[in-house]
């Protein structure tokens, strides 16, 4: 159980990690974890690791090779870039043992297909997930377009035996491991929107529908060391912020279409979400598809609108935690209900029509923020408290002539 943990320092970096994180700082992140702590800088390894660090694969180059973080960050990335170490090997410079622990504490804090396939997403080094394509191979098929799993599962098979100078059924076996691997699909069906003219946000209620396409008994579902495929669904707004995340199992959504609804907002007319499927064990088999609605630029609240109401958010809202200010708010609807009970009691009285007498004052209102509601109790207050003063004024004249 201890290899699914991992330690408090890198869970901590996790937690301080900025919102909307690229690439590079995850990298970072990664580089920098607790697990990482065995692997070290040697003095002699620092030229061949900045031969390393200047080739025109390493996406994410450090400024210098000063600490061990750097050496983890080169090695990291010429793997996933599929660069050759050999030539750079030295008696000094042994990346291989490096490799094995690194890549070992690397997918224990990062769970992702790069990470697990050592290959970039968009890379032809995903092919070497095929146990039969090796360097040299991959180094052909990119040079003939064959860049992705999906590219090598739509080739005959004869044309790949005669790229490799393999013979039969070498191009048959190739071709039918590769139409192993799970092909996500994505559906979208649009409910219904919630339009408020301008005055809201446009929301859409989303039924999604998502699955594997291919099925059947040679489908992958296992790694190599036997371990279960699990599909990651993250769906993102224009913002990049968060809309839903749902991991499971590849075998079930083989079995049958995982479907789930979602209700994202849009705040203008270039708003829209991403919906992303992708295997966690696996590198190169992820499927995207964006949604936008299709309304016109009325239905969208303005620039304007938008920032009157931030203006008066946080000014016109009422402080709960005010002791004072709620006693006094509740003395005022106490005062309220007991006038307008006496008004009813005195309207029955005169069998008057109540509702045609009261007219629309004394109905219930809904009051949009603190000052409109002090605004609108304390006029009721001042009206109360003038009539009581002329009905105990003309009372005290009642009882002057009864004396």
């Known amino acids: 159980m201890s290899k699914a943990f991992i330690?408090?320092?890198?869970?901590?970096?996790?937690?301080?990690?900025?919102?909307?994180?690229?690439?590079?700082?995850?990298?970072?992140?990664?580089?920098?974890?607790?697990?990482?702590?065995?692997?070290?800088?040697?003095?002699?390894?620092?030229?061949?690791?900045?031969?390393?660090?200047?080739?025109?694969?390493?996406?994410?180059?450090?400024?210098?090779m000063i600490q061990a973080v750097d050496k983890i960050s080169v090695l990291l990335q010429a793997a996933l870039a599929g660069v050759d170490l050999?030539?750079?090997?030295?008696?000094?410079?042994?990346?291989?043992?490096?490799?094995?622990?690194?890549?070992?504490?690397?997918?224990?804090?990062?769970?992702?297909g790069s990470i697990a396939s050592k290959a970039w997403e968009d890379r032809s080094t995903t092919l070497r997930q095929i146990d039969e394509v090796g360097q040299k191979s991959?180094?052909?098929?990119?040079?003939?377009?064959?860049?992705?799993?999906?590219?090598?599962?739509?080739?005959?098979p004869g044309y790949i035996e005669l790229l490799l100078n393999r013979n039969p059924p070498f191009g048959t076996?190739?071709?039918?491991?590769?139409?192993?691997?799970?092909?996500?699909?994505?559906?979208?069906?649009?409910?219904?929107?919630?339009?408020?003219?301008?005055?809201?946000?446009?929301?859409?209620?989303?039924?999604?529908?998502?699955?594997?396409?291919?099925?059947?008994?040679?489908?992958?579902?296992k790694t190599r060391t036997n371990n279960l495929l699990h599909a990651s669904i993250v769906i993102w707004n224009s913002e990049d912020e968060l809309v839903d995340f749902r991991r499971i199992q590849v075998k079930a959504l083989i079995e049958?279409?995982?479907?789930?609804?979602?209700?994202?907002?849009?705040?203008?007319?270039?708003?829209k979400i991403s919906i992303q499927v992708s295997c966690d064990e696996c590198a190169g088999l992820h499927e995207v598809y964006e949604y936008q609605p299709k309304v016109s630029q009325e239905e969208f609240p303005s620039v304007a609108h938008i920032e009157a109401n931030d203006e008066s958010s946080e000014e016109d809202l009422i402080d709960?935690?005010?002791?004072?200010?709620?006693?006094?708010?509740?003395?005022?609807?106490?005062?309220?209900?007991?006038?307008?009970?006496?008004?009813?009691?005195?309207?029955?009285?005169?069998?008057v029509d109540l509702p045609n007498q009261i007219g629309p004052e004394s109905k219930r209102r809904t009051y949009a923020n603190k000052r409109t509601y002090e605004h609108a109790t304390n006029n009721t207050v001042e009206e109360n408290t003038q009539r009581y003063k002329r009905r105990a004024m003309s009372s005290s004249d009642e009882e002057d002539q009864l004396a």
């Open 320 to 351: 709960l935690t005010d002791a004072d200010f709620i006693d006094e708010m509740l003395q005022m609807q106490m005062v309220k209900v007991s006038a307008l009970k006496e008004i009813k009691e005195v309207e029955v009285a005169k069998n």
């Open 138 to 156: 991959i180094k052909i098929f990119t040079c003939k377009g064959i860049n992705s799993i999906e590219k090598l599962s739509q080739q005959d």
């Open 7 to 64: 330690s408090f320092k890198t869970f901590k970096k996790l937690l301080d990690m900025p919102m909307r994180a690229n690439i590079q700082t995850l990298l970072e992140i990664l580089c920098s974890a607790e697990e990482m702590k065995d692997v070290t800088l040697r003095a002699g390894e620092k030229k061949p690791l900045n031969k390393v660090r200047e080739l025109q694969e390493i996406r994410y180059p450090p400024p210098k």
């Open 173 to 221: 076996t190739i071709v039918s491991k590769a139409k192993a691997f799970p092909k996500f699909f994505i559906s979208v069906d649009e409910q219904y929107l919630l339009l408020h003219h301008g005055a809201k946000p446009v929301q859409a209620i989303l039924k999604l529908s998502v699955g594997v396409m291919n099925t059947g008994r040679n489908i992958k579902l």
């Open 86 to 112: 050999n030539e750079f090997r030295s008696d000094e410079f042994q990346p291989f043992n490096d490799n094995v622990l690194i890549y070992k504490q690397s997918f224990r804090v990062a769970k992702g």
């Open 256 to 271: 049958k279409p995982r479907e789930f609804e979602i209700k994202p907002s849009f705040g203008n007319s270039k708003s």
